[in-house]
């Protein structure tokens, strides 16, 4: 993810690069399954079906970001797709777009706030 901040540090473009691996409809996508430790996350959901739209949670997450100083060369984001689109209706498939937040971060505009859980997760 790049963004180009002003100088009250609000983004005011962001560009996230599509995954060259998951694009390719040919070759196959290499998954690791890894350890995740959990942690405190700001949320933009989307409802509706996953592909080139999600850029629009995408920007509405990191602009709030980029509003409240969280925006950065170390700011971790987390993609989480809730439902698997060949059971559930595009219409009604659910995307969060996340930010990690420090531990002591504070504020009542938040989007959601909440938990993401230590366990297995694949990148």
Known sequence: MEYVAD????AVRVTMAANAAVQAKEGAVKVEIKNFPGCRVACVRQIGPYGPTLQDAWTRSTKWAGKNGLLGPETAALGISWDNPEL????????????????????????????????????
């Open 7 to 10: 100088v009250a540090g609000n």
């Open 88 to 123: 559930t209706p595009p219409e009604r498939c659910r995307y969060d777009a996340c930010v990690v937040l420090p531990e002591d971060f504070q504020n009542p505009g938040a989007p959601t706030v909440t938990k993401v859980c230590p366990g297995k997760a694949r990148n």
